[in-house]
């Protein structure tokens, strides 16, 4: 089947899609796991199309090679074999005719990334220069120093920078799928948000050039942020809570309950959602990140809202 007469699929359910077949093919695939991958598959038609066209793509591909298979993913060579797996596996999918290049640039990346952070976990590293970077919740990053850039490739989740003087004179560079951000003199916070990445500048400035226009990049300066797209952005004041998770806590100020547990979900595994029943209601105060479970007992304490507990990985609030 070519990509011209095979069906169109919806982008997003086709990365996670990705995201599924990359978590059972290495091994790592609980039977919780299975339960969410079922449900998901079973919430949207959208959902089990591109499902189902990853099966097809991983049979032409005899997914997964024995060299490949969970064993190689798992045995005691670690992290160094299974990345080699993982990238031989992106190049073979690349060559596949039937839309995994919409796939490619997040799903393999993130699994195969240098730096990596679970759900609710967040941890500083050193870079080789003296600077250094904290990976928030769920975030996936490469570090690449070469003797021209220094190069930071986002993949997911969010991060802290702050640069250091380099002796060779080599650019500060931090990439994402919307475009290129080169740090001058600065620290700062790099976001991906759906189709968009966020940038705060806290010190300094930051060159933006969108990827769809590399010619025409544009400065944020500090105590200014920027949405952009691949297509460009704009600048706006800087959110004062910019930096507030690298503290642990998360604040809100009569924010939106849908967007309050939308924000609280990045830091804990499994589906937790809001019904629309309660969407509406507002949210103020500052919640220590440590303890996602205490933040929804306190909302059930503050709001007219239920805390329906199906499993520790599947919450839902809704209206009481």
Same mark, same amino acid.
Not at 34 to 55: L, T
Not at 76 to 85: E, I, K, L, M, N
Not at 140 to 145: G, T
Not at 286 to 302: C, H, P, V
């Given at each position: 089947?070519?990509?011209?007469?095979? !069906? *169109?699929?919806?982008?997003? /359910?086709? +990365?996670? &899609? $990705?995201?599924?077949?990359? #978590?059972?093919?290495?091994?790592?695939?609980?039977?919780?796991?299975?339960?969410?991958?079922?449900?998901?598959?079973?919430?949207?038609?959208?959902?089990?199309?591109?499902?189902?066209?990853?099966?097809?793509?991983?049979?032409?591909?005899?997914?997964?090679? !024995? *060299?490949?298979?969970?064993? /190689?993913? +798992?045995? &005691? $060579?670690?992290?160094?074999? #299974?990345?080699?797996a993982l990238k031989t596996l992106a190049l073979a999918l690349g060559a596949v005719p039937l839309g995994w290049a919409v796939w490619r640039a997040t799903p393999w990346n993130e699994w195969n990334a240098d730096q990596q952070t679970a759900a609710g976990e967040r941890r500083e590293i050193k870079l080789p220069d003296g600077g250094s970077v904290v990976l928030n919740t769920?975030?996936?990053?490469?570090?690449?120093?070469?003797?021209?850039?220094?190069?930071?490739?986002?993949?997911?989740?969010?991060?802290?920078?702050?640069?250091?003087?380099?002796?060779?004179?080599?650019?500060?560079?931090?990439?994402?799928?919307?475009?290129?951000?080169?740090?001058?003199?600065?620290?700062?916070?790099?976001?991906?948000?759906?189709?968009?990445?966020?940038?705060?500048?806290?010190?300094?400035?930051?060159?933006?050039?969108?990827?769809?226009?590399?010619?025409?990049?544009?400065?944020?300066?500090?105590?200014?942020?920027?949405?952009?797209?691949?297509?460009?952005?704009?600048?706006?004041?800087?959110?004062?809570?910019?930096?507030?998770?690298?503290?642990?806590?998360?604040?809100?100020?009569?924010?939106?309950?849908?967007?309050?547990?939308?924000?609280?979900?990045?830091?804990?595994?499994?589906?937790?959602?809001?019904?629309?029943?309660?969407?509406?209601?507002?949210?103020?105060?500052?919640?220590?990140?440590?303890?996602?479970?205490?933040?929804?007992?306190?909302?059930?304490?503050?709001?007219?809202?239920?805390?329906?507990?199906?499993?520790?990985?599947?919450?839902?609030?809704?209206?009481?």
């Amino acid at each position: 089947m070519s990509s011209q007469n095979a !069906p *169109a699929v919806d982008p997003r /359910a086709a +990365r996670e &899609a $990705a995201r599924w077949m990359m #978590r059972m093919h290495s091994g790592e695939m609980s039977a919780a796991d299975q339960r969410r991958c079922a449900q998901w598959r079973a919430s949207d038609p959208e959902n089990e199309k591109a499902w189902q066209r990853a099966e097809r793509v991983a049979h032409k591909l005899g997914m997964v090679p !024995p *060299a490949l298979g969970a064993p /190689a993913l +798992r045995n &005691a $060579a670690g992290d160094s074999q #299974r990345r080699t797996a993982l990238k031989t596996l992106a190049l073979a999918l690349g060559a596949v005719p039937l839309g995994w290049a919409v796939w490619r640039a997040t799903p393999w990346n993130e699994w195969n990334a240098d730096q990596q952070t679970a759900a609710g976990e967040r941890r500083e590293i050193k870079l080789p220069d003296g600077g250094s970077v904290v990976l928030n919740t769920a975030t996936a990053l490469d570090v690449q120093y070469d003797s021209a850039t220094r190069r930071l490739r986002l993949y997911k989740g969010e991060i802290l920078v702050q640069t250091a003087a380099d002796a060779l004179g080599r650019h500060f560079i931090v990439e994402s799928p919307q475009g290129a951000m080169r740090a001058i003199g600065t620290r700062f916070v790099v976001r991906l948000d759906g189709e968009h990445t966020r940038l705060g500048v806290l010190e300094g400035a930051v060159e933006v050039r969108p990827a769809g226009h590399p010619d025409a990049p544009y400065v944020v300066r500090a105590g200014r942020q920027s949405r952009f797209n691949a297509a460009g952005g704009a600048t706006e004041v800087l959110d004062p809570n910019a930096e507030a998770w690298n503290g642990g806590v998360l604040y809100a100020e009569k924010m939106p309950l849908a967007d309050f547990v939308a924000e609280l979900a990045r830091y804990r595994p499994g589906l937790l959602r809001c019904d629309p029943s309660a969407a509406r209601l507002r949210v103020s105060g500052a919640f220590q990140l440590r303890d996602t479970d205490s933040i929804l007992q306190a909302l059930a304490a503050s709001l007219p809202v239920r805390v329906q507990t199906r499993t520790r990985y599947w919450v839902t609030l809704t209206h009481a």
